[in-house]
């Protein structure tokens, strides 16, 4: 969960967070720009940690690398083991995650992971979410040609404004053409859930609890179960996030009004989820470069 805003001074601004036009936010879910130009940091600095997620993303390098690590010991965030594997692509297309993972720059890197709602994705590319749970893949393999063409454009923009304009320009479109009559306006995932089980009980004929659930795996890659336990987590970092500006966390609280049995519920979820204990994520977040991504969403 995250800590108290008694963040290490010493940490770089954590990036950019871009929430995209009101017209797309059914489809994406906003696009982090991450920027280390100019920074000297440490290998333990360049690492960088992400949660489980139930969305896809699309990822660019405007310079730099990233490679993939493996190995993350629990509750150690600057331990990983030195197994590494570079990204497939230059343009890199990510499933749902079902575990936390992690990255390593090898220098300064300056990249943008635009974050989209994997039903969204099906319906304006055909690919399937199941097909790519808990996977890398070059996006120039798999998306279609117009997505490729953008691709580039965007690689070419001069500016990270111009990125976003040129990717939004592109989704637009496409995204009014395919949008669903149910309109998923839920923006976290727990509403989000929701409105995919709304969508697929109102969708076709057939309404048994096991072709619903069947439905919403394929439109998200995910079972429902899976989908409302990270609701879950996403409520419960709100929720601190909110408490600390307050000035006093409760856990017990939190976890009872986040929907988990019990605070031991709550640990066990961060942990399945981010990879390490509420405390050391906690401790993480205010005190490692590396958890940048979750100050960013903070």
């Not at 111009?162 to 309109?183: N, T």
């Not at 089980?197 to 179960?225: C, D, V």
């Not at 017990?252 to 019990?262: C, E, K, L, M, P």
Request: glycine share 8%; aromatic share 8%.
């Amino acid at each position: 969960m995250p800590p108290s805003h008694d963040f290490d001074t010493a940490l770089l601004p954590s990036g950019t967070l871009w929430q995209p036009r009101a017209s797309l936010m059914a489809c994406v879910r906003g696009a982090m720009v991450r920027s280390t130009v100019g920074a000297t940091l440490s290998d333990e600095q360049r690492i960088n940690h992400f949660p489980a997620t139930p969305l896809c993303s699309l990822s660019w390098w405007f310079e730099g690398s990233s490679v993939v690590l493996q190995g993350a010991r629990p509750d150690h965030p600057g331990a990983l083991t030195d197994t590494r594997g570079p990204m497939p692509g230059r343009w890199v297309l990510t499933g749902p995650q079902t575990r936390p993972g992690a990255s390593w720059c090898p220098g300064p890197v300056h990249a943008m992971m635009v974050m989209l709602m994997p039903d969204a994705l099906h319906l304006m590319t055909g690919l399937e979410p199941t097909d790519l749970i808990d996977r890398f893949v070059d996006a120039s393999t798999v998306l279609p040609p117009a997505w490729i063409a953008m691709c580039q454009q965007v690689q070419a923009a001069s500016d990270d404004a111009q990125r976003m304009e040129r990717l939004e320009d592109f989704l637009e479109p496409r995204w009014q053409a395919c949008r669903p009559v149910l309109p998923l306006q839920g923006h976290r995932y727990a509403d989000w859930s929701l409105h995919l089980a709304q969508r697929a009980a109102a969708s076709a004929p057939g309404r048994s609890l096991r072709q619903l659930e069947r439905r919403i795996k394929r439109w998200s890659g995910l079972p429902l179960r899976e989908l409302r336990g990270m609701g879950r987590a996403e409520q419960a970092f709100f929720r601190v996030v909110q408490a600390q500006t307050e000035g006093v966390v409760h856990w017990a609280h939190i976890a009872a009004d986040s929907g988990y049995a019990d605070q031991s519920h709550l640990c066990r979820e961060t942990r399945r989820i981010t990879g390490f204990s509420p405390e050391v994520l906690r401790d993480g977040i205010a005190r490692h470069e590396s958890f940048w991504a979750y100050r960013l969403w903070m």
